[in-house]
């Protein structure tokens, strides 16, 4: 598409920007004459010019807020901090991306925008246009699966089946126009914008210190990074799929608390699936049980709440989590048990009083007939 | 003479029996139906029920407060704002259905789970919850507070 055709759906355009804002030139002559290098022409800007070309007016606070008083205006003083940015500044690096490589030249367009190249939705692809390219990349010896392992994850599916567009993609863990890795020591910190709790935990824990010493990256340690799944009971323990076990035996210390922890899970996740159960079948066999199937509520908070204490790492605050869910989840068991009894002693009486209605009716059945035998007093006398 | 009185009195029997045996299957049929419902009930979905009366009076609901109460067999909570407006929303996290509580130090709504922030509107605002909390209408009617599902 001609640049000028694309333009339309532009941002700039919309605020009444035209070409000579970014080109440069006279705006007021017609023809050849308004590009003239005397009058500002710059033509198209050369890569390293383009950051200073955006900067003009995105760097100036006064400026911008003529038009976006929220918006940012650190945005170039950010790329230079960048992988990115100290690439096209150093070494002149022909291939690295500036403005223009996320924000298409023309068709520039604001992150709320479902056509913009940096919506939430498309910001993986956005990045994924050089990142995922192995040919691309071959010279960075950096992996190219980042895209494709992200679109397995858990953070992918979030915003793409549950709509979450708050949901974690690319920039949020690496920043935007600052993008670099997150640093080993700081992985914590970045899954902490939003598992605040589990992060705070996991920083007090023992294995903060001795994941940094080891070069270990953190959560990523046991959750992956671009390809991060659902978290289960499976990955605690010493079991084959358990993320434990990568480090620790049945002998060690660590070994064992895990197992521990792992047995408390399961206990209170088993009682809790059989209060449940038995709640169900009460419910459906018509029992009013619905104030226990509230209180249960109860044991699986708890339940949620000793999965995130597994993160500290230590049996006591599993267990103290776990054990106020047992006591929920062993009343609710016992109040669907009495509801079940409820139940029995109910159809018991119902078949005594079926038995004996059936009974009644078959004796009257039976007397009718009795009465229809014998012989009717008007009949005539024998003789 | 004999054969002309029994006449009358064998088609009326005959119309006993008839009546008899209709009743009989009517009984058995209007028996037997309940009751194979009662012993093999149908397998029914969750509580349906869309308006609640609280028990919980107006005036008991202070500014800046939070309660939660039973919605079917659900939790949900009962918000009156500093503002005094008053406000429920379903109690289940939308992050891992964990029963969330009202912070008056935050003048929100927090699950203890993960640490999920809530406004007063009900919108996930900071934490992991994907999405806001589902919204229900609150009317006073008297000394009553009742909430539905829908207006």
């Excluded at chain 1, 976006?68 to 960048?82: G, K, T």
């Amino acid at each position: 598409m001609a640049p000028a055709k694309a333009f339309d759906g532009d941002i700039h355009k919309a605020k009444g920007f035209g070409c000579v804002a970014c080109h440069g030139g006279d705006a007021n002559a017609a023809g050849m004459e308004a590009m003239d290098r005397a009058k500002g022409f710059i033509g198209v800007p050369k890569r390293q010019q383009i950051p200073q070309v955006c900067g003009r007016c995105h760097a100036d606070a006064a400026f911008m807020k003529r038009y976006n008083p929220s918006l940012r205006v650190d945005q170039v003083a950010e790329y230079e901090s960048s992988v990115h940015g100290s690439r096209l500044r150093q070494l002149g690096d022909p291939k690295v991306a500036t403005c223009a490589s996320c924000h298409p030249a023309h068709n520039i367009r604001p992150p709320s925008d479902p056509k913009s190249s940096v919506y939430p939705l498309h910001v993986a692809d956005t990045c994924g246009r050089c990142h995922g390219d192995a040919k691309y990349m071959a010279g960075y010896k950096i992996p190219t699966d980042q895209v494709a392992k992200y679109k397995t994850s858990v953070h992918w599916k979030a915003m793409t089946d549950k709509g979450d567009l708050s949901a974690p993609t690319c920039n949020d863990c690496h920043g935007n126009h600052g993008a670099v890795p997150p640093g080993v020591s700081f992985v914590g910190n970045v899954c902490g914008q939003c598992h605040s709790l589990t992060a705070d935990l996991f920083k007090k824990s023992v294995h903060a210190k001795v994941f940094a010493e080891m070069g270990n990256p953190g959560c990523a340690t046991c959750h992956e990074n671009h390809g991060i799944q659902p978290p289960g009971d499976f990955m605690l323990g010493l079991g084959d799929k358990a993320v434990c076990s990568t480090c620790h035996g049945a002998d060690d210390k660590g070994g064992k608390t895990a197992t521990e922890m792992r047995a408390l899970i399961d206990s209170l996740s088993g009682e809790t699936q059989k209060a449940n159960a038995i709640l169900l079948q009460a419910n459906h066999a018509g029992m009013e049980v619905s104030q226990a199937q509230f209180d249960l509520n109860g044991a699986k908070d708890a339940l949620v709440k000793a999965r995130t204490a597994v993160h500290s790492y230590t049996v006591a605050p599993v267990k103290q989590e776990v054990e106020v869910g047992l006591a929920i989840s062993s009343k609710a068991y016992a109040r669907g048990i009495r509801a079940m009894q409820d139940l029995r002693f109910r159809r018991v009486w119902l078949t005594i009083f079926l038995v004996v209605v059936l009974a009644l009716a078959a004796g009257l059945v039976m007397k009718i007939r009795q009465v229809d035998r014998r012989p009717t007093s008007g009949s005539p006398p024998k003789h | 003479m004999a054969e002309h009185v029994l006449e009358p009195d064998s088609s009326r029997r005959g119309f006993v029996n008839w009546f008899l045996g209709l009743s009989g299957v009517a009984f058995f049929l209007s028996t037997v139906y309940p009751l194979s419902r009662y012993l093999v009930p149908p397998r029914v979905a969750e509580s349906t029920a869309g308006t609640v009366t609280l028990p919980i009076k107006p005036d008991d609901v202070k500014a800046n407060s939070g309660e939660i109460f039973k919605f079917g067999s659900r939790p949900a909570i009962l918000v009156r704002t500093p503002a005094g407006d008053l406000r429920a929303f379903s109690a289940i996290c939308t992050h891992l259905n964990c029963t969330v509580q009202y912070r008056t130090d935050l003048t929100q709504i927090w699950c203890a789970c993960h640490n999920g922030h809530y406004d007063l509107n009900g919108k996930n605002v900071e934490g992991p919850p994907p999405r806001p909390l589902d919204a229900y209408v609150v009317n006073v009617r008297g000394n009553q507070i009742v909430v539905s599902k829908s207006a």
